[in-house]
């Protein structure tokens, strides 16, 4: 099972273990080393597709590139750490008892022109809920969940997220025949705890992926990315696992040998061992009974963001021309296109600035948004939104951050020529993240 669940799509232009190879063998050489026969042929082609999804940057999973020291007393090695649990976990008896409660969930990043693939696990089957990993979710527009025992896919409304924990849930109505995972106690789990780890590895949907081993540290601090969007976290408190965690197995399920979920597979690699990374369950249900309930705060957000689709420089400064020359340092390439929208995320320093002292530069514009229909172009300077003076980059994506989507704002800039524009915008719902 691989995760390769990096987090798919934040643009960088702010738009307002080793595995247990004597059980799972890396190549077709071994196949009577699987628990079964079918297992043997699923696995190894999910190996082969797995090559084929993560070049293509399907599958989404979070690389680690480092890992602080477990808290004293709490690591082993896995080969120490299994020691002593043979037969402790009945890999198939596990994987029945998951799977009815797993779904392929599949982000549509309109604005980067790609899609993501992950896993989500159900968490209350009346209510539709679906706990899964945010990075999943990240710069989606539209999402859908497809529960692995029906193959039917059904969009999915996100409820909310939380980017520093990294945890999203999701919501589907009208779905019969949903059935939710039993949850375990993660405060119970141990260094050594044999787990199974269950995932949509590469994005190839189908019947999950599984990948068997044991908890190997905990309270972990990691920090990990998504090399495709330049998405950089910090995770703290992880659960450290030997199961082969790979792309696409990102917001899976963690289960014990009674078929508990007691984590959400999030992240992989690091170091000279390659380990697996989980969130603990106890969190995330915490921040989704947050977002079930409605409650914002620093961290979570309540639904889709409110967005006015432009794409700004990486600056904190007042003065427009000083954005654009940090975002030139940054970027190295000036734009000649002049007016017009874009479909994609992929930005330059315009070529010509509107002559404003203060407020956020417009790098591009994307088609279809609020920005555009009111006729905001590249080189444009955001002076005011919803009457509130504009004096950064960051300020204008702060302020709109108030708004709900569906709401109106007068918008406020001025155009390189020096003209002075204003129009009545009706904000977008954006992406996730």
């Known amino acids: 099972m691989h995760e390769d669940d990096s987090v798919a799509g934040e643009s960088p232009a702010s738009p307002a273990g080793p595995s247990d190879d004597s059980t799972f063998p890396a190549g077709p050489s071994d196949d009577s080393t699987f628990p079964s026969p079918s297992w043997a042929k699923a696995l190894l082609i999910y190996l082969v597709v797995a090559a084929l999804a993560a ?9 680690v590139q480092h890992a602080t020291a477990a808290r004293p007393g709490a690591s082993q090695t896995p080969r120490d750490a299994a020691a002593g649990q043979p037969g402790a976990m009945n890999d198939e008896a596990v994987y029945d008892e998951v799977e009815p409660g797993i779904v392929d969930v599949t982000s549509n990043l309109r604005y980067l022109q790609e899609t993501a693939e992950g896993t989500g696990f159900v968490i209350d089957a009346a209510a539709g809920l679906v706990l899964t990993n945010n990075h999943v979710i990240d710069g989606a527009t539209n999402v859908t969940v497809t529960p692995v025992l029906s193959g039917k896919s059904y969009p999915a ?7 520093t924990d990294d945890v999203a849930l999701l919501q589907v109505r009208g779905v019969t025949g949903l059935k939710a995972v039993t949850l375990g106690d993660s405060s119970h789990v141990r260094v050594g705890t044999p787990v199974l780890a269950i995932g949509n590895e590469a994005g190839q949907g189908g019947s999950p992926t599984v990948a068997p081993g044991v908890i190997s540290s905990l309270e972990r601090t ?13 995770l703290h408190d992880m659960m450290q696992t030997n199961a082969d965690i790979r792309p696409g197995d990102s917001g899976g399920p963690l289960a014990d040998a009674a078929g508990r979920v007691i984590g959400i597979n999030t992240a992989a690699g690091g170091g000279t061992v390659y380990s697996g990374y989980a969130i603990p ?28 689709g432009v794409l700004l420089p990486d600056s904190t400064s007042a003065d427009p021309r000083r954005q654009a020359s940090q975002e030139l340092r ?16 992929t930005t330059a320093v315009p070529g010509s600035i509107a002559p404003a002292r203060s407020g956020a ?9 609020a920005a555009a229909t009111a006729g905001v172009s590249a080189g444009d300077v955001i002076t005011s939104i919803g009457r509130q ?3 950064s ?3 204008l994506t702060a302020i709109v951050n108030r708004y709900r989507p569906g709401s109106k704002a007068p918008l406020a800039w001025v155009s390189p020529g020096g003209s002075r524009h204003t129009a009545m915008v009706t904000l977008d719902a954006g992406p996730a993240g």
């Open 55 to 63: 070049a293509a940057g399907v599958g989404t999973t979070l690389a």
């Open 157 to 163: 409304r996100v409820l909310g997220y939380d980017l």
């Open 222 to 234: 990691i920090v990990a990315d998504d090399q495709s969007s330049g998405l950089t976290e910090i």
């Open 281 to 308: 369950i106890n969190q995330a249900l915490s921040i989704a009974r947050r977002i079930e309930a409605g409650q914002p705060g620093a961290r979570i957000q309540i639904g889709l963001p409110a967005f006015l």
């Open 330 to 345: 940054q970027t190295g390439t000036v734009s000649n296109s002049g007016s017009g929208c874009s479909s994609g995320d």
């Open 361 to 369: 530069l417009v790098d591009g514009v994307l088609c279809g948004t």
């Open 389 to 391: 003076a504009v004096t």
């Open 393 to 395: 980059p960051g300020s």
